[in-house]
């Protein structure tokens, strides 16, 4: 008597997630010394201890400590999302990046936190309300959240939302990374926009182009130059020579917005500017220079 064994081949389906389909793409303004803007992007699958996970490649664009402009991959994320749960990879441990499934009043620990001093490491992401958006003729999932102590206490300083396949609405796709303490440690800043190869791209409250650094005539800067005090508070101190030698001012964001300009003196107040990082260029007929500015209350 022979037995038959038929070998039935099931199509396997290891990255039928919505997170991160092809064409994945998120920018975020540096937070950081120099303008530019961080991209993360899908750029492959692998897998881990048996996991299948997606790749997310890191890149920073902006300008150099040599003042041009450059682009530079520094590291790499690996996700997945199931049922709802998009998880991500932290010292040999899959952490909840975000819960979906997620109620009013449930938390979860940050993903992938460093030892700061900052924000404990046990800080927690806590539900406030849930709902629907209709987003590009899609409904999508949010959840609007805070972040919060080990007890669940609010941190009393953040709270945001959080859109299904898309992240944070106005923070960095990994919540810790602005609250590491370091002031140009961070990796990215404020939620610029989405986009993939089925989507089309998602901007609710960025004005400029995705990839927006500064304008061309500003990334014409080639030399810096010292101001002091930095930190400041009050009013930017710029040495007699340089003054005498340049024309007029511009102070940008982080995020290479203008949001000052002026006539060059020797003091230049900053008063009204909320605390953060900006580049204070000057400028003559022929040359223009910058400096990196620490405004701290």
């Known amino acids: 008597m022979r037995t038959l064994f038929i070998l039935i081949l ?24 120099f303008p530019g803007y961080v991209d993360i992007a899908y ?16 890149t920073y664009h902006g300008l150099g400590w040599n003042q041009s402009i450059t682009s530079e991959t520094f590291g790499y994320e690996y996700t997945y999302e199931e ?17 979906f499934n997620a109620q009013v009043g449930d938390s979860w ?5 460093p030892i700061t001093n900052v924000v404990a490491q046990n800080s927690r992401i806590k539900v406030l309300a849930t709902g629907n958006l209709n987003i590009n003729n899609e409904t999508r999932k949010y ?3 805070d972040k919060c102590d080990s007890n669940n206490i609010s941190l009393g300083w953040f709270n945001d939302t959080i859109i299904e396949n898309i992240g944070f609405l106005h923070d960095y796709l990994l919540p ?13 800043g404020p939620f610029r926009c989405y986009t993939d190869n089925n ?16 304008g061309t005539e500003e990334l014409t800067a080639n030399a810096s130059f010292q101001i002091y005090p930095n930190p400041v508070s009050d009013w930017i101190q710029i040495s007699l020579n340089v003054v005498n030698e340049y024309l007029k001012y511009s102070i940008y964001s982080s995020e290479g917005k203008k949001v000052q300009t002026g006539q060059m003196s020797e003091q230049i107040d900053v008063s009204n500017l909320p605390s953060g990082i900006y580049t204070l260029l000057i400028e003559n007929q022929t040359q223009n220079r910058f400096a990196k500015v620490l405004v701290m209350r």
Not at 43 to 55: C, M, N, P, R
Not at 83 to 99: A, E, H, I, K, P
């Open 83 to 99: 049922s709802g749960v998009v998880y991500l990879r932290y010292q040999n441990q899959w952490d909840t990046l975000y819960n």
């Open 109 to 113: 620990r940050m993903a992938k936190q």
């Open 199 to 214: 989507f089309v791209t998602y901007k609710p409250s960025y004005t400029e182009v995705c990839d927006y650094i500064m």
């Open 143 to 145: 959840l609007v959240v």
């Open 43 to 58: 750029t492959g699958d692998t897998l881990i201890e048996g996991q299948a996970s997606k790749i997310l490649t890191k």
């Open 176 to 188: 810790y990374d602005q609250f590491d303490g370091a002031v140009d440690g961070n990796e990215g």
């Open 10 to 33: 099931l199509p396997i389906k290891l990255f039928a997630q919505n997170w991160a389909p092809t064409g994945a793409q998120w920018h975020y303004s540096y937070y950081g010394f």
